[in-house]
């Protein structure tokens, strides 16, 4: 029978065709592949080679090709539950760990670092930690630091009394080095700290047996300068010290310090604050301190009292000592304290700023701020009634209150004799305060750490009548204004409306309504230097308000000159380009003629002090590169063959050679370019290139003008003390996110480690 009775397939071999279905397939003919996709020519062979089959096999192979498919289905799905399983099981396996992390103390060295202390323990988020007495179950750490032994002066340098030079016990020695060390200061200037120092320095010169060359009794014949010069040339070598010497010191006092830096609270590692004693030295104080000048002595291990749990390894002490006493109080926040000599005062070895511990209390402390909020109002309706109570105390208590909440004044405390004449609201005296009718009051005292407080301010007239009462005669100057009040009786008034109210909240709690207030004014637009510059002013304003002030620094003049010098450098620099600009194109100044009309504005005489300046810190740049090579491979000699020592000095030398060439040719240049305003151009260089870099130093001037008027603004005024201490930190960190500022901006790392709560749980919209 014939296959086909088309003529096509007449003259193809049989073998080459096949029929299936009464269809014919052409096995042979590779031009029907050749426009076809691969997968399509696969499954063609396969059909043709399943029509060679007879249907039982191929219905079997069907059969066995899909329980096969079926079968790795199967075995994906099982596959893909046991992924899930595996994952599942690492996740509850990893809440459980946490959760027996929390439940149980783990006993580690507090030196040492482990899995679960690098995680941030997010205690904010833990309502437990912010209730109860209790401030921890297990505390571990290793001690403190003391300062080393005196090491006494070499026998050259002695103090020179009546000329003539002494020898000193070394205790005594020790005393008058801490004198000689700083004569040139203004505190050794001032009568005070003399005569405060050379009483405490006769003292311990008695104690040690005195001098035998003489009779020390008159500060006026004592001479400290060879000990001055002494201390002088070993800071000038000290700072002499290459870099890699100074790295290797700080490395090594990093080392030794590590284990102290930390202890084990609760299993977790937390960070401690001052973990150092304080060295003996020459109290300062702030501002006109009586106790200015005397000495702060020595304290030793019996002086120290530890605080850790029970089962701790009690710490060492130094050899030859004893801990004076160990403590296991969960219920304070403290490792070690010891009482100083200066005021008797006791002092502490505290957890770190952003340990959990200090977290909790500055949360706490501002979360009271946020609910004065909701009693703010009665108790200024209650206050304002009681400012016309018959009974004197709550005419007092009303007054203080007003004062208090209006001025952000301290509550103040009653002082001793010997300490610094500081007062506060409380404590006000006569001639603290003037009055000028009709409801003028001017305040006039020295607040905490001597700062003065004066100010003149326009009260409620019914104040005003009051405090003229408190100031009737037989009163004078020294009696106290608020005779029958003290800061316990005030806080029992406040603490009447909300457990825990104190003065102190008050001032927090208007420094942060203040700054909520400041921060709502300011406009979302402008660069990040701009925003921060107004934050900085809203910062201002709380401080002025709880009277942080601060003297001008030393370095503030110089440093005020030293941004105008650079203003003036860049305005130069920007000159400078735009006269290249218009010798590419003289053309441009008839477009662009208030763009260039800065040329004309600098004086000749002003361009060559600028460019003498300039050439002037090139030179002392390279100086200073040439003196820190020249230490670098000196410092190495040692690690290194002479021939490489004396390679490395001749290429120094063609280096400092190199670099003399070019700053000879940049010297010439410059030089030439200020008498003839010519400029040596590339080809490459075009007017766009040249508009593109006067925009650049337009965007740097204006930075720096921002720079050099906050920096003005606030030379007087403490911004960090009020936005570290009486700001609410989430309201800085909402500012940041609403505003996109950059928190590096407006916090320092420290201070970032220290509010990790507040930028973890505040919000573009959190508010005060």
Known sequence: MPVSSSGEDEDKPLKSLTRRNNHVIDLDEDDDYEDTPLKEVKVRKRKAETAKKPRKKVKKEKKEVKKEKEVKKEKKVTKEKKKVTKKVKKEVKKEVKKEVKKETSVKQDPGKDSDSQSDVYRWWENEDELEGEIKWHTLQHHGIIFPPEYKPLPKRVKLLYDGKPVSLPPSAEEVAGFFGAMIQTEHAKNPVFQKNFFHDFLEVLKESGGSPEAEIKEFEKCDFSLMYAHFEKEREKKKALPPQEKRRIREEKAKLEEKYRFCLLDGRKEQVGNFRIEPPGLFRGRGAHPKTGKLKRRVYPEQVTLNLDEKAHVPSPPRGHNWGEVRHDNTVAWLAMWRENISNSVKYVRFGNNSTLKGISDFKKFEKARALKDYIDAIRIDYKKKLKSELMLDRQIATATYLIDVFALRAGGEKSDDEADTVGCCSLRYEHVFLKPPSTVIFDFLGKDSVRFYQEVEVDKQVFKNIRIFKKSPKKPGDDLFDRLDPSILNKYFSSYLPGLTAKVFRTYNASKTMQEQLDLIPNEGTVNEKVVRFNAANREVAILC???????????????????????????????????????????????????????????????????????????????????????????KSITTEEYEQRLKTLEEDKKKRKVKYEEKHKQLKGETKNHKYDLSSSMTVEKLDGQVEKLEERIANTNLQLKDREDNSTVALSTSKVNYIDPRLTVAFSKKFDVPLEKLFTKALREKFAWAIESADEKWRF
């Open 547 to 637: 009277n942080h002030q601060r003297s001008v620094t030393k370095g503030f003049e110089a440093g005020v000159q030293k941004m105008n010098e650079k203003i003036e450098e860049m305005r130069w620099r920007k000159t400078r380009l735009k006269r290249m600009i218009l010798q590419l194109d003289k053309k441009e100044k008839k477009k662009r003629p208030d763009y260039f009309a800065e040329i004309d504005e600098l004086p000749i005489e002003k361009e060559k002090e600028i460019v003498e300046r300039v050439l002037e810190k090139d030179k002392e740049r390279d100086e200073k590169w040439s003196l820190r090579e020249k230490q670098k491979i000196n410092w190495e000699k």
